[in-house]
């Protein structure tokens, strides 16, 4: 039976189709978050403490990287936010990515004037969970990466292109998950 679509979260779009089962859930109901278990925690532990990176110490997530190139800020820019950030957080900072993501990682971290911590190629889905969960921040384009930090309670900054965040922005409190948009004429 089609359901007619409505224009929301996709949380609640996925939501309203096992409606027939479950029956209509109020938000105070819905759990959203990923476990993270201690063994990825140990392996982001001593990844860290290899680049210097004390247990106790602050960090900030940048997962620059994303599906498609539209969604891709300036290389600088982010070098240039990641400075800024670490100084006025006083936290290290730690890019993150896929393989693919590596080269670009590489070249935005060059551009810094600080030294950040690289784990782009070196993680699987729990242990970048677990990086993100110990992370003060995490920050990146509209891409699953944020989803998965918005679920271990991470606060997020998204950048937001063509998509429209109202449907696919993380999901959580909007004072904790900050959404920047551009002007462009196709959004959302």
């Given at each position: 039976q089609a359901i007619e679509h409505r224009p929301e979260h996709v949380v609640w779009q996925s939501l309203r189709l096992i409606e027939?089962?479950?029956?209509?859930?109020p938000a105070s109901k819905i759990v959203y978050r990923f476990p993270v278990d201690p063994v990825s925690e140990g392996y982001v532990n001593?990844?860290?403490q290899e680049w210097g990176i004390a247990p106790d110490q602050p960090i900030i997530c940048i997962?620059?990287?994303?599906?498609?190139?539209?969604?891709?800020?300036?290389?600088?820019r982010w070098a240039d936010a990641a400075d800024t950030l670490a100084d006025q957080l006083e936290?290290?900072?730690v890019f993150t990515g896929g393989d693919h993501e590596l080269a670009l990682v590489r070249r935005i971290a060059s551009q810094m004037h600080r030294r950040a911590c690289?784990?782009?190629?070196?993680?699987?889905i729990g242990q970048l969970a677990a990086v993100f969960k110990r992370a003060k921040v995490v920050l990146g384009p509209d891409s699953g990466p944020l989803h998965l930090a918005a679920a271990v309670g991470t606060p997020t900054?998204?950048?937001?292109?063509?998509?429209?965040?109202?449907?696919?922005?993380?999901?959580?409190?909007?004072?904790?998950?900050?959404?920047?948009g551009s002007d462009i004429g196709c959004r959302p």
């Open positions: 027939p089962w479950s029956g209509e859930l001593g990844y860290l997962h620059p990287g994303t599906g498609t190139w539209v969604k891709h800020w300036l290389e600088e936290a290290a900072v690289i784990m782009a190629g070196d993680t699987r900054v998204s950048l937001f292109g063509p998509a429209d965040p109202q449907e696919f922005g993380p999901w959580g409190p909007p004072r904790k998950h900050l959404v920047l």
